[in-house]
C-alpha cells in the first residue's frame, strides 16, 4: 500500500511543472503540453485519493475517467493542431488580444 | 517494495516532465511528455486503478497512432530516414511490450468491477514491474537509435 503523501507530493511536483511550464513558456505546443501535464497530476491525485479511501478502496468515478479522457483528447487535438497549422514557431505572446 | 516501484516510476516521470518543460523545440517536448503519460499509467495500475491506467494507456496510445497515421510523425519527429519504415530493436521492442501490456490488462478488463482483494496485488506488482522494464527497455534503446541517427548525419544532432 503506498501511503497518500507520496501520491499527492508526487501530483503536487507534476502539477507545478506544468504550471511552470505554463507561465514561463512562449511555444504555442508546449503551453498545450504543460496543461496536459497538470491535467496528468490531477489524475494522479485522483488516483491516490480512491486507493487510499477510507475503508475499501474504490476505483474512481467514471465521470472522472470519461472528463479526463475529453480534456486529454481536446488537448492533444490542440497540439496535433498546433504542429499541423503553425510550422513556423507559434509565440504566444504574440496573440495578446481577443479580438484582431 | 511498492513504493520504491512508485517511486523509481515517479522520478521517471518527473524528470521527462522536466525535460518536457525545458526543450527549446516542441517536438521532442511532446515526446517527453507521452513518457510522463506513460509513467503515470503504471503509477495508475500500481495503485490498483484499472480504469484510470487503462485510459490515460489507451488515450496515449491513440495519440501515438494519429501522430503516426495521419500527421506524418518522421517529419514532425525530424527522424528522416526515408524510403519504408524498417523493423529495428526499438520497433521490436516496442511491439513487445505493447503484447505483454495487453495480455495482462485485457483479463483485468473484463473482471474490473470485482472487488480487488490481496490476490489481483500480485498481478499488478508484476504489471509495474514489466511496465518499468517496458519504459528502460524503449529509453536504451532510442538512445541507441537518437546515437546512430546522429553518426549518420554527421554529429548534426537531429
Redesign the interface.
Known sequence: MIPLEHVLWLAMLQVSLGLAGLLLRRSGPVVVLAGILMLNGVLLAVAGLAANREGAPLQAPGVVILAHMVLLVLSGAAVAYAFERFRRPLNVDEHDRMKH | M??IL??IL?VI??GA??F??LH?R??P??TA?SL??AG?GG??L????????M??LL?LAA?AL??RAF?RGRE?LHIHTGGKARWSLARVSGVAAAAVFLWLLLPLLSD?ER??LAEGAEAISTTAWLALLSLLTVAITGGFVVRARRAQNGGSGS
Open positions: 511498492d513504493v512508485f517511486w515517479g516521470t518527473l516532465a522536466g518536457a518543460m527549446p516542441p517536438a517536448a511532446a511528455l510522463t503519460m503515470n503509477i495508475c500500481l495503485l490498483g486503478q484499472y480504469l484510470l491506467g485510459e490515460v488515450v495519440g494519429f501522430l500527421m514532425i474490473v472487488p480487488r
